[in-house]
């Protein structure tokens, strides 16, 4: 069964850190392109990151350009975003997702981030 | 001030037929694939329908969609409660180098 498992969220102080992991089951993670979207309370949804297959590809929103960084380690079929210098918009469920734009789509039911002081 | 524009909401009764349109611009949807998401209340979003009409495994052919120009459109007929949820489109956009997503449709089943 295939199963993508969110953690690391949390409530945390505006310009603090927090890295969030997505663990992979039932699947080999380096066959696919992986995301993280997230969504504020009440609101749509926002893409945030995306990584390539072997990781020499990555692509983020510009609103996280230079605070969040997408990484993967495929030898332990997880999947990252290191957050740094919070700020309470950033405060949204983050899921982790494969393949948006596939037959092959998943998401994860995502790991709650709350920027406040 | 989603790149994507979608309607708030949209209702119909058992039975009918609706659609849910989604424009964009040739940066997304004029020059790549559509693709649609269910989100029920308190759920994560679920794939509907992939590369503008495609269906993955699964999901029932009361649901369609289409792509015209840098519009696209999801239709969903013999509209059940179930269908009650938020839906979303989304495409990549060339310009940001990123997946766009619409604000998102209200369907309410009266």
């Known amino acids: 069964e295939v199963q993508l498992v969110e953690s690391g969220g949390g409530l945390v102080q505006p310009g603090g850190s927090l890295r969030l992991s997505c663990v992979a089951s039932g699947f080999t993670l380096n066959s696919y392109w992986m995301h993280w979207v997230r969504q504020a309370p009440g609101k749509g949804l926002e893409w945030v990151a995306n990584?390539?297959?072997?990781?020499?590809?990555?692509y983020s929103v510009d609103s996280v350009k230079g605070r969040f960084t997408i990484s993967r380690d495929n030898a332990k079929n997880s999947l990252y975003l290191e957050m740094n210098s919070l700020r309470a918009e950033d405060t949204a469920v983050y899921y982790c997702?494969?393949?948006?734009?596939?037959?092959?789509?998943?998401w994860g039911q995502g790991t709650l981030v709350t920027v406040s002081s | 001030q989603s790149v994507l524009t979608q309607p708030p909401s949209a209702s119909g009764t058992p039975g009918q037929r609706v659609t849910i349109s989604c424009s964009g611009s040739?940066?997304?949807?004029?020059?790549?694939?559509v693709h649609w998401y269910q989100q029920l209340p308190g759920a994560a979003p679920k794939l509907l329908i992939y590369?503008?009409?495609q269906r993955p495994s699964g999901v029932p052919d009361r649901f369609s969609g289409s792509k015209s120009g840098t519009s696209a459109s999801l239709a969903i007929s013999g509209l059940q409660s179930e269908d009650e949820a938020d839906y979303y489109c989304?495409?990549?956009?060339?310009?940001?180098?990123?997946?766009?997503f619409g604000g998102g449709t209200k369907l309410t089943v009266l």
């Open positions: 040739s940066s997304n949807i004029g020059g790549n694939n």
């Open positions: 997702a494969r393949a948006i734009g596939a037959a092959e789509a998943y």
């Open positions: 990584i390539n297959q072997d990781g020499s590809k990555k």
């Open positions: 989304a495409a990549w956009d060339d310009s940001l180098h990123g997946v766009v």
């Open positions: 590369s503008n009409n």
